[in-house]
C-alpha cells in the first residue's frame, strides 16, 4: 500500500497510521509497537513519502475515538488483521466487546474497513471439537510453511514459536477470558459486520490476479476462492485465512 501510494501521480499523501495493540497481554504478537514505528519510518525515508505514525498501546474494546486524533477532510481506513478475535465477544463478556468495538469504528464513517481473519471456528465449540479443529488448521498451516521455508529459517523459527506455539497453546489450554484466540468463520464474521451496518465492498480483479501471481511462486497446492465478495485463501483443500472489505 505504501508502495502504491508513493508512486501515485501528483505525488504521495502525507499518511497517518495509527497502531493498536494490547499493552500486557502475554499473548500479544510480535515485538511492539515501537518495532512497527522503527520499520514505518525506514520505508518512509525509502520510498519518499510523509509519514506518521501513532502508537496506541491499550486493549482494543477500550480504544475511543478521542485516542484516534481523527481529522476532517482525510481518506480514514481501518484494518483489523488478524486480530479482531481477541476482543471479546458476547460469550465471554454480557457488554460483548466485539460487536461494540465494530459499531464505534463504524461510527467514524471509515471509507473502507478490511477484515483478515483465520477461517477457524475455536470460538464456542467444546474441547474435543476445539481441538480437533485446532489439530486440522495447524496441520495445514505447517504444511503449508514446509514449501516455502526450511526448518531450519530463523525466520520460521520466529513465527513458530513468537505467534503458531502461543496460539495453539492458548486455544488448547485455555479456558474464559483467558483463552484470547476466539476464531470465527467468515459467515459469523459477515453477520457481525453487517449487525454493526458494514456493507461487504468486493475486492478488485487486479488484486485477485495479483494475489494469484504471487500464490503460484510458491506452490500451486496454495488455492484462492472468492465467495460472497470475500476471498478465502487455503492450503489444499482446507481455508486457512479470509480477507473481505466493507464499508
Known amino acids: 500500500l505504501i508502495q502504491a501510494l508513493a508512486a501515485r501521480p501528483g505525488g504521495p499523501p502525507h499518511v497517518r497510521i495509527t497502531g493498536i495493540d494490547d499493552p500486557d497481554s502475554k499473548y500479544a504478537r510480535g515485538s511492539g509497537l515501537q518495532a512497527v514505528g522503527e520499520?514505518?519510518?525506514r520505508m518512509s525515508k525509502k520510498f519518499g513519502i510523509p509519514?506518521?505514525?501513532?502508537?496506541?498501546p491499550v486493549f482494543a474494546q477500550d480504544v475511543t475515538r478521542d485516542m484516534l486524533d481523527i481529522r476532517p477532510g482525510e481518506a480514514l481506513a481501518v484494518n483489523f488483521t488478524l486480530q479482531l478475535h481477541h476482543t471479546p465477544d458476547e460469550s465471554v463478556?454480557?457488554?460483548?466487546?466485539?460487536?461494540g468495538l465494530l459499531r464505534m469504528?463504524?461510527?467514524?464513517?471509515?471509507?473502507?474497513?478490511t477484515l483478515v481473519e483465520q477461517e477457524s471456528n475455536t470460538n464456542t465449540t467444546p474441547f474435543l471439537t476445539r481441538f480437533a479443529e485446532t489439530l486440522d488448521y495447524y496441520s495445514a498451516m505447517f504444511e503449508s510453511i514446509d514449501v516455502t521455508l526450511p526448518r531450519e529459517s530463523k525466520e520460521r523459527i520466529n513465527v513458530e514459536q513468537h505467534c503458531l506455539a502461543k496460539d495453539i497453546v492458548n486455544i488448547i489450554a485455555c479456558?474464559?477470558?483467558?483463552?484470547?484466540?476466539?476464531?470465527?468463520?467468515?459467515?459469523?464474521?459477515?453477520?457481525?459486520?453487517?449487525?454493526?451496518g458494514f456493507r461487504p465492498y468486493p475486492l478488485s480483479s487486479y488484486v485477485n490476479s495479483v494475489i494469484r501471481a504471487l500464490l503460484r511462486s510458491y506452490s500451486?497446492?496454495?488455492?484462492?476462492?472468492?465467495?460472497?465478495?470475500?476471498?478465502?485463501l487455503g492450503w489444499k483443500d482446507r481455508n486457512l485465512i479470509s480477507a473481505s472489505a466493507w464499508h
Do not use: I
Not at 509519514?51 to 496506541?56: G, K, M, N, Q, W
Not at 463478556?93 to 460487536?99: I, L, W
Not at 459467515?187 to 449487525?195: E, L, P, T, V
Open 39 to 41: 520499520r514505518l519510518d
Open 93 to 99: 463478556d454480557v457488554h460483548n466487546p466485539r460487536d
Open 175 to 196: 479456558e474464559e477470558k483467558d483463552r484470547v484466540e476466539r476464531h470465527e468463520l467468515l459467515g459469523k464474521w459477515k453477520s457481525r459486520m453487517s449487525m454493526a
Open 220 to 232: 500451486d497446492k496454495y488455492t484462492l476462492v472468492e465467495k460472497d465478495g470475500a476471498m478465502l
Open 105 to 113: 469504528v463504524k461510527s467514524l464513517s471509515p471509507n473502507v474497513t
Open 51 to 56: 509519514l506518521e505514525f501513532h502508537p496506541v
